[in-house]
C-alpha cells in the first residue's frame, strides 16, 4: 500500500472568546509567500466574515500560519 501525502496550509485566528479557529486549506499554491498568506488573513479579518461558537475573529487575532506535508 503507498503512502500518500497531501500538502495543506493551515491558517489559525484568535477569537473574541479567547479560543483558536484554524482554517485548513488543502493544496494550496506550491510558491505561495509569506506577504500572500498575511494579506489574505487580514482580509479574513477586516470582512469578519467567520462567526464561531466562541463569537467573532479577534482584530489582533493572527496567529499564523504552516504549510505543512499531511
Same mark, same amino acid.
Given at each position: 500500500m503507498a503512502i500518500t501525502t497531501t500538502k495543506v496550509? /493551515?491558517?489559525t485566528? +484568535? &477569537?473574541s472568546g479567547g479560543k483558536n479557529l484554524t482554517? &485548513? *486549506?488543502p493544496n494550496p499554491r506550491e510558491d505561495l509567500t509569506? +506577504? $500572500?498568506i498575511e494579506t489574505v488573513m487580514d482580509m479574513? *479579518? +477586516?470582512k469578519n466574515i467567520f462567526f464561531t461558537s466562541d %463569537? $467573532? *475573529?479577534s482584530s489582533s487575532g493572527i /496567529? %499564523?500560519?504552516w504549510y505543512l506535508n499531511g
Open positions: 496550509l /493551515r491558517l485566528f +484568535a &477569537t482554517i &485548513t *486549506l509569506k +506577504a $500572500e479574513i *479579518l +477586516a %463569537g $467573532e *475573529l /496567529r %499564523g500560519s
